[in-house]
C-alpha cells in the first residue's frame, strides 16, 4: 500500500484500522506520508494515534472522540 501511494505520487494514506501496524506507519512515515486511519470508534485509538504521528482519525462519532480527547487532555494537564 504505501509503495503503491509512493510510486503514484501521494503525499497522504488513509489507513483502515486493522492494516495501520506500527511496521505500516512507520514505513509511510519514512516515505513522508502523512497516515490517516479510519473507521476508529474506540477511544484508545487517540493515544495510539499521538503516539504514532498520525496526523488524523476518521470516525462514526467524531463527537464521543473529540470528548474523550478533551478529558484526556485535561487529565494530562492536571
Given at each position: 500500500m504505501v509503495d503503491i501511494a509512493l510510486g503514484v505520487g501521494a503525499d497522504e494514506i488513509a489507513l483502515q484500522h486493522t492494516l495501520a501496524?506500527?511496521?505500516?506507519i512507520e514505513k509511510?512515515?519514512?516515505?513522508?506520508?502523512?497516515?490517516?486511519?479510519?473507521?476508529v470508534d474506540d477511544p484508545q485509538w487517540i493515544t495510539r494515534a499521538r503516539a504514532?504521528?498520525?496526523?488524523?482519525?476518521?470516525?462514526?462519532?467524531?463527537?464521543?472522540?473529540?470528548?474523550?480527547?478533551?478529558?484526556?487532555?485535561?487529565e494530562f494537564k492536571l
Amino acid at each position: 500500500m504505501v509503495d503503491i501511494a509512493l510510486g503514484v505520487g501521494a503525499d497522504e494514506i488513509a489507513l483502515q484500522h486493522t492494516l495501520a501496524s506500527p511496521r505500516v506507519i512507520e514505513k509511510a512515515k519514512r516515505g513522508g506520508l502523512e497516515i490517516v486511519v479510519w473507521t476508529v470508534d474506540d477511544p484508545q485509538w487517540i493515544t495510539r494515534a499521538r503516539a504514532l504521528g498520525i496526523k488524523a482519525l476518521i470516525a462514526n462519532d467524531p463527537a464521543r472522540m473529540v470528548q474523550h480527547r478533551n478529558a484526556a487532555s485535561l487529565e494530562f494537564k492536571l
